[in-house]
Structures are given as structure tokens and as C-alpha cells.
């Protein structure tokens, strides 16, 4: 079982950026392909970016492509989230996870950060 814990967000206007960050203890993220999900207040949780195990592969939901890059850095044990070009609309707890595959789903994540808050102004 790993444990991640998110940091880096916070409130941020219309435009501009913010880089995440997911630190895991507990077991090596090597193992495990790592993804991002975001949730707004009443909304359902849902994908944002993911990375495979080496880091070699990365997918994105359209909404965020281009803008948001996905990262992992397994000597550091880390993965990242640099957000540019933010949008009100990109406001929500932005969730870190580990998977047995890269996903766009849920339910195939088995381990679950406890989320930061990302605000963008307008």
C-alpha cells in the first residue's frame, strides 16, 4: 500500500499556473502507474492526466491538454502536475492516484491522496 500526500495548490488568477505535486511513502511509485483527477463542488471526480510506470507514455483529458503536463520523477518517489494557462473552469481538489495501469477510471486506482485545492480566478 502506498500513501500519497498532494501539495502546491492554492488560488491563482485567470492565466496563470501552478505546479502539484504527489509524494508518496510507503512503497516505491515505480510500481504504479499515476494519475491525477480533479473534482468540483457537486460534480463528479474525473480524469485529468496520467502516466505510465516508466514515464515514457502520458494521456490527458481534452479539457486540459496542452496546458496541464503530467511528470514523475521515481528516484524522488514524486509525480507532478504543471498547470498552465489556468481557467476558472479548472477550479477543484485536484486528486493524486496509483494504479495498477495508466486509466481514465475511478475505480482502477487503488490508492488515493487526500486532494488539494486548486482556486482560479476570474
Known amino acids: 500500500q502506498v500513501q500519497l500526500v498532494e501539495s502546491g495548490g492554492g488560488l491563482v488568477q485567470n492565466g496563470g499556473s501552478l505546479r502539484l505535486s504527489c509524494a508518496a511513502s510507503?512503497?516505491?511509485?515505480?510500481?504504479?502507474?499515476m494519475a491525477w483527477f480533479r473534482q468540483a463542488p457537486g460534480k463528479d471526480r474525473e480524469f485529468v492526466a496520467t502516466?505510465?510506470?516508466?514515464?515514457?507514455?502520458?494521456y490527458y483529458a481534452d479539457s486540459v491538454k496542452v496546458r496541464f503536463t503530467i511528470s514523475r520523477d521515481n528516484a524522488k518517489n514524486t509525480v507532478y502536475l504543471e498547470m498552465n494557462s489556468l481557467k476558472p473552469e479548472d477550479t477543484a481538489v485536484y486528486y493524486c492516484?496509483?494504479?495498477?495501469?495508466?486509466?481514465?477510471?475511478?475505480?482502477?486506482?487503488?490508492?488515493w491522496g487526500q486532494g488539494t485545492q486548486v482556486t482560479v480566478s476570474s
Open positions: 502516466i505510465n510506470r516508466s514515464g515514457g507514455s502520458t
Open positions: 492516484a496509483a494504479g495498477s495501469v495508466p486509466a481514465t477510471l475511478t475505480w482502477l486506482y487503488q490508492n
Open positions: 510507503g512503497h516505491t511509485i515505480s510500481d504504479y502507474a
